[in-house]
């Protein structure tokens, strides 16, 4: 177990590295920098300093050096976490982003739960019902579920919130709290303007995991070892949450360890939809603007929790299946 | 020498076995043939795509009421105009009639308020001669299969900011959405299979570096790298370099998980019999691979890309709406819906929700489609 813990870590270090130099390439694709906005800014509000701020700016960054220069120099600050400035807010990246972090976190991980306390059941019902009334409805329901885009439930539940309940809509907050301290008060409209993201960012995922747990159950009640169980003599409900559902969880394992870069993300098209103070937001416009730092850091951060969501997903594997082999 | 394999490759005689039920003689194509139509699901979705392929991809034009990048001053945010059979009288018309629509100027909040003038009717005429569109970008003909006389208008689905015709946008907007996830996935294919094949029947280094490569494009989670790469497009790149280079985009990633079954499928199939059979006879690699490894893996990857079909789809969708993905003059549904992304502007015209509504159906039906084909290309399903 532990040669295979440190051979996984291995290639794990391995596949980080490489994902940070693609990373950092996306990045630079676009033709010109950021700079080239600034410049032209400078340039129309008639700076008689442009140049040299330009140029000072270059240095800094060190971006009159060549690109694997710039990669080395940002990628021995991310390992020390410091992760470059932002240009278009002229404030640090990991300041921008734990700013977003708290909201992004609590979004993303009320919709798993959601999704995952949802799916389950149902997905259990489904497969133990197979071709019942009800597994036929929530097959339907779980099929639109994954054909509808997330924006266009989002603003479908938006424009309907705000008819039947006359609200605003979007946004974490009311603009009374917006700015207000933490409260009893603030809480509760906090808790208010939840549900919308949490209900849009699960559906999709909800939709996805009832068909894999139905799936996966469905097989594994034409198991042999099933067949013992019911043999044996024991009870309905034995053999399947005993039996049965513990087997079928595993390949959801691998994709709860999927999802751990979505917790950093949040949804991106769905919070710019609500306008969610929530890091995927930021991630685009940083995109849009050519804003490398932030952009650079926020893909390469995400692919590296995917990779370490991977990781841990094959040990936890590896832990509650015993017939995973380490080679 | 070559006799033996001349020998070998003539089929031996099989005694004549009576068939005593059709299903015996059935080819594998016929059974799977079979077993597709019974899943009433997928075959309406498979009937769903073939109307949508006809109607928006081929003729987009001619089903289509108007060109669909005319504006119209007079029409801003129309609301949608149906065809009505029974006059305020009770009275039924066999030919359909719409309504004529009255614009005014509100003078309260400056905005053009549509009336509907019950007055007026124009009848709705079948093949008729309408505004002028290119036929496969080719032919000008000015044929629609239906519309009115003006200076009645026929707006099915309303109109939008610059007044064009909803309906007509849609339509065209299919040709773009429906064709990035077909052109996607046919590089995914390629892409997939090709080196999927040569990982699996090669191995060693080669097996290693495409492995490795598959490995890095998954540690990125699709939506930002998506994003990411969408946003490196040139903005001066022409609207069909930018849509070939989103299909490029999309297929990018997914030709990673295509890749590594094929690959499981070609390894498993190179331990087979008739593999090594076919390798002691001295068949080249080649042949090898494409006459006995690829037919077999095929059913595996038609599933596969079937499937891949609707993800792309709505990829595009969520790239356009946030404006990285097809930019207009071009429309997509995406771009379509990029209307509708204030709920103020929604709420007071909610028809321009409608492009999503396609979206949802395209995205359905292949859906169904693809479980279907999954379900009755699996000989081993009941």
Known sequence: ?327 | MTDITMQIETPTETPEIPVDQERGSLTQGQLIWRRFLKNRLAVAGGIVILLFYVIMVVFPGFFGTYNYNTQREDAIYAPPQLPQWRDEEGKFHLRPFVYGLETELDFASFEWVHIVDKSKKYPVYFITRGEEYRLFGLFRTNIHLFGVEPPGTFFLFGTDDLGRDLFSRVLQGGQISLTVGLVGVILTIILGSVLGTISGYYGGVMDNIIQRIVELMMSFPDIPLWAALAAALPPEWSPAKTFFAISVILSLRNWTGLARQVRAKVLAYREEDYAVAAQAMGASDRRIILIHMLPNAASHIIVIATLSIPGMILAETSLSFLGLGIQPPIVSWGVLLQQAQQVSVVLERPWLLLPGFFVVLAVLSFNFLGDGIRDAADPYSN
Not at chain 1, 80 to 101: H, I, T
Not at chain 1, 109 to 138: C, E, R, V
Not at chain 1, 202 to 229: E, F, P
Not at chain 1, 296 to 321: E, K, Q, R
Request: proline fraction near 4%; aromatic fraction near 14%; glycine fraction near 8%.
């Open chain 1, 1 to 327: 177990m532990t040669a295979f813990i440190g051979r996984r870590l291995v290639s794990m270090v391995f596949t980080m590295v490489l994902v940070s130099i693609v990373g950092f390439i996306i990045i630079n694709l676009p033709p010109g920098t950021y700079l080239d906005v600034y410049r032209a800014q400078l340039m129309v509000q008639g700076t008689s300093t442009a140049d040299q701020q330009i140029q000072a700016l270059e240095k800094r960054y060190a971006l009159d050096k060549p690109v694997y220069y710039q990669y080395v120099k940002w990628i021995s600050g991310f390992v020390r976490g410091d992760f470059g400035r932002s240009f278009q807010y002229n404030r640090e990246v990991k300041e921008l982003v734990w700013n977003r972090m708290g909201f992004t976190v609590v979004v993303s991980i009320a919709s798993l739960l959601f999704s995952w306390l949802i799916a389950l059941p149902i997905g259990i019902y489904s497969a133990t019902h197979k071709y019942s009334f009800g597994d036929n409805i929530f097959t339907f329901f779980s099929f639109i579920g994954l054909s509808v885009p997330s924006f266009l439930v989002a603003l479908v539940l938006m424009v309907v919130s705000s008819r039947v309940f006359g609200a605003s809509v979007g946004g974490l907050f009311s603009r009374a709290y917006q700015d207000a301290p933490w409260s009893w008060a603030k809480f509760v409209d906090f808790l208010q303007h939840l549900w919308i993201p949490v209900i849009v960012v699960g559906m999709s995922g909800t939709a996805g995991l009832v068909r894999m747990m139905r799936g996966n159950l469905l097989d594994i009640l034409n198991m042999q070892y099933v067949q013992t169980a019911r043999a044996k003599g024991l009870s309905e409900n034995i053999v399947i949450y005993k039996h049965a559902v513990r087997n079928a969880l595993h390949p959801l394992v691998m994709s709860l360890g999927m999802s751990l870069p979505g917790i950093i993300s949040g949804s991106t098209v769905v919070s710019i939809v609500l306008s969610l103070p929530t890091t995927g937001p930021l991630y685009f416009n940083a995109l849009r603007s050519q804003d490398m730092f932030l952009a650079g850091t926020f893909l390469v951060f995400m692919a590296v929790m995917l990779v370490v969501g991977n990781f841990l997903a094959d040990i936890a594997l590896a832990v509650v299946d015993p017939r995973i082999r380490y080679e």
